[in-house]
């Protein structure tokens, strides 16, 4: 497949000084001011930041299983729109992604559908249920190469099994992505446990529920010295968790998720459900925590949880209603919009928590890597002072629930490249 | 008023007590031969209810019957909870059939508040009980019995005894009754009182036989025997003990005050046969006082608005086990 050349001009790497980007041969072949022409198609980027090709580490393609939810195409499209150029999709699709026959199908389907790159998690747990393990060993050697094992949406709240899956992907440098949610004290839970809740009367999510998990899950990956991941981290205790143990040492990286880092749980006072999510969303205080843990590096990435669902599982009553929110579309405008435009992180910052950091905690090589020579041609172009207003309708996702209808947020991505190859033009997918 | 009644919030209490004096010339309406008043004529109401619930259904009916509303009775057969038809497609249903008010019990909190919110339907809606959330006729049937029995309520003291963290009927009370003047007090075993409740306007206590000797107003709530299974007080019996109301307890009551209990009550649980069955109680007239409270709602509700424009349906439908 061979790509144009494309030659970006004025683009500003990181939010440093114009420059021109030659993408050739599916990598960074030149960069410098004034760069000749040539055959390459140009594209003028003057006014437009330049980031190395997002990576989300959290993704729900829901693809086998739900496509009338998503599928790996629409949302590969979504993620595309959105800046990223690789997506991890999770494991709970239907059949689970348990084992290496599943994984490779999503895979296959990634790269078929050609917007990003699709890593596919592989779960902890035969079918999720947190009983034996899945076959890890098979999943990682698989086409699909998995690193990432999650049972996200479920908890591997097992200490023992918990404490085998560490040790035991350490044979291949996996990671186990933890859904930090400790099962009896979340039953039936709909809500951030606090003020609200008791005056909602909506079963609370408390936030100890989270922290105890995470606090078990630190000890434990220290003492078989493992590598562990926290996903959607949503309060501020659990930041200070994170914090303590890379103090020590221990190898455990955390991701915050768009939503916890802009909105807070009064939204629930609507009783509409395309609020609803899991963790929920958290006081102001805990939204606080997490932009300085995302600043100080405590937090390692954002990951959107990306997690589509049909208007019928949203148009009801709360308690009745799916968890989850879109994320793919909208995450780079409210990391400008809670990081970028606070000054608590600059563009430099960006690249490291939305590219190098999930690139590297997801052992994938061919993403996020700095826009030198020599890279790989995987770029997004950025208008960081565009605004636009959220149209659900105009999302490609195939689902609607994005919490964001109707409010404008900063900041428009104007192309995608990957690997040399546009996958968005002028804000639209080509 | 609003056009909706969601929440016990919902009202100042200029509209309580509007709510209040209407009730009692609608009570005098029970002296007359003829119970009936022509006032929502030609008005359609609807009892929506996902939950069993036998007496506040008939309350409310006998309610829209005395004003001449055609009243319709609606018993779903399960909310999308339990893959039934859907809140919306319900409320859409409704919605063509021309309702002027619909009455919602439902399981799950904050259905009544999608309802009114949701663009589903145009009609008012009154909640009657939603999930763990509000009961907002409860509370003023309950303010209602209080105020006949003791005037205004500015000042007195309510204590509400028992599964707080479960009850709608305690949050509606403790809106209302703060709004009314009263000064409410929740005694329940520390499992049972819903976290945040320090920012609610009332008082807390875990010890019941320190709080009832000053109280003007005892309301027992019901507690589900279930309730131990969740590890939320260890026995019945060690409940019934430590918060349950017997002769024993009633003796340290001052002379003029009341025992109340929304039903159903589970008697020798929260509260033994003889209290209830006392002088002092008035569970039984907080029925009949319900009946009057449900006109006053639907009359000032309704009253001033126009009729659906569509059409209304010929008889009414008694579709489903209604219980």
């Not at chain 1, 939810?69 to 348990?98: I, K």
């Not at chain 2, 949050?171 to 609610?200: C, D, I, K, M």
Request: net charge negative.
């Amino acid at each position: 497949m061979s790509a144009p050349t494309y030659l970006i001009t004025n683009a500003r790497i990181l939010g440093g000084e114009p420059t021109d980007l030659l993408l050739r041969d599916g990598a960074i072949a030149e960069v410098g001011a004034g760069l000749d022409v040539g055959d390459a198609e140009v594209v003028d980027a003057a006014g437009l930041v330049a980031l190395p090709g997002l990576v989300d580490l959290h993704t729900h393609l829901r693809e086998p299983g739900r496509e009338d939810a998503e599928t790996v195409e629409s949302g590969t499209r979504a993620a595309a729109l959105g800046g990223f150029t690789a997506v991890h999709a999770m494991a709970n699709t239907d059949p689970v992604a348990d084992t290496a026959g599943v994984v490779e199908q999503v895979w296959r389907l990634g790269r078929e559908a050609g917007y990003c790159d699709v890593y596919p998690v592989g779960a902890v747990t035969v079918g999720l249920a947190g009983e034996r393990l899945a076959e890890l060993g098979a999943m990682a050697d698989s086409a699909a190469r998995v690193r990432v094992f999650s049972d996200d949406g479920k908890c591997v709240s097992d200490a023992l099994l918990m404490r085998r899956a560490l040790e035991y992907v350490k044979a291949f440098d996996g990671v186990i992505a933890q859904h930090a949610q400790e099962p009896r004290l979340t039953e039936n839970a709909q809500m951030n446990e606090g003020e609200l809740s008791g005056k909602l009367g909506l079963t609370g999510w408390p936030a100890v529920a989270e922290e105890a998990i995470i606090a078990r899950d630190v000890l434990l990956a220290a003492h078989v010295g493992s590598r562990l991941h926290v996903c959607h981290v949503s309060t501020a205790g659990s930041v200070d968790i994170v914090r303590q143990a890379k103090a020590n040492g221990w190898d455990v990286t955390a991701e915050a998720c768009p939503h916890h880092l802009l909105l807070t749980d009064e939204l629930a006072a609507t009783y509409d459900p395309i609020y609803k999510v899991n963790p929920p969303l958290r006081s102001r205080r805990d939204a606080e925590a997490l932009r300085a843990g995302l600043a100080d590096g405590t937090i390692d990435i954002v990951a959107t949880d990306h997690a589509p669902h049909p208007l019928e599982d949203k148009d009801c009553e709360w308690a009745a209603a799916a968890f989850g929110m879109l994320g793919l579309e909208t995450a780079l405008s409210i990391v400008q919009e809670t990081m970028v435009d606070p000054g608590l992180l600059d563009w430099a910052g960006v690249a490291d928590r939305l590219s190098y950091a999930p690139a590297r905690i997801g052992r994938v090589a061919d993403h996020g890597q700095p826009l030198e020579v020599g890279s790989p041609a995987n770029v997004v172009l950025y208008d960081p002072s565009a605004r636009r207003v959220v149209e659900a309708g105009e999302l490609a996702s195939l689902s609607r629930n994005t919490p964001y209808a109707g409010m404008e947020l900063p900041g428009r991505v104007v192309a995608t490249f990957l690997r040399g190859r546009a996958t968005v033009l002028d804000g639209k997918l080509v | 008023m609003k056009r909706h009644l969601l929440s016990a919030a919902d009202l100042t209490r200029d509209e309580a007590e509007l709510v209040l004096s209407t009730a009692e010339e609608m009570r005098s309406l029970a002296d007359r031969p003829i119970k009936k008043l022509p006032a929502l004529r030609g008005r359609t109401i609807v009892n929506l209810f996902f939950e069993d619930s036998t007496r506040t259904r008939i309350s409310f009916e006998a309610a829209g019957k005395r004003l001449s509303a055609d009243v319709i009775n609606f018993a779903a057969k399960g909310s999308s909870l339990s893959k039934g038809e859907s809140l919306k497609d319900t409320a859409l249903t409704l919605e063509a059939m021309g309702a002027d008010a619909v009455v919602v019990r439902h399981g799950a909190s904050g259905a009544p508040h999608r309802l009114a919110s949701s663009n589903w339907i145009r009609s008012s809606v009154v909640n009657a009980g939603d999930g763990t959330h509000e009961h907002p006729t409860q509370a003023l049937l309950d303010a209602f019995t209080m105020w006949r029995h003791l005037g205004s309520l500015d000042g007195r003291r309510v204590a509400i005894v028992g599964d707080v963290l479960h009850s709608r009927v305690a949050r509606s009370n403790a809106l209302l009754l703060h709004t009314l003047g009263a000064q409410v007090t929740l005694v329940s075993p520390p499992t049972l009182l819903p976290v945040g409740v320090e920012t609610w306007p009332v008082e807390t206590s875990y010890d019941l036989d320190a709080v009832i000797p000053k109280a003007d107003v005892v309301m027992m709530l019901r507690v589900q025997q279930e309730r131990m299974h969740a590890a939320f007080f260890p026995t019945a019996r060690e409940y019934s003990r430590r918060y349950g109301l017997d002769g024993r307890r009633m003796a340290s009551l001052q002379d003029h005050t009341i025992v109340m209990h929304p039903g159903p009550m589970v008697r020798g649980m929260e509260i033994t046969a003889d209290v209830a069955d006392s002088d002092r109680s008035v569970i039984v007239e907080q029925v009949t006082n319900g009946v009057a409270v449900r006109m006053a709602v639907l009359y000032l509700l309704l009253g001033g608005s126009q009729p659906a424009e569509t059409e209304q349906p010929a008889e009414t439908d008694t579709e489903g086990a209604d219980a």
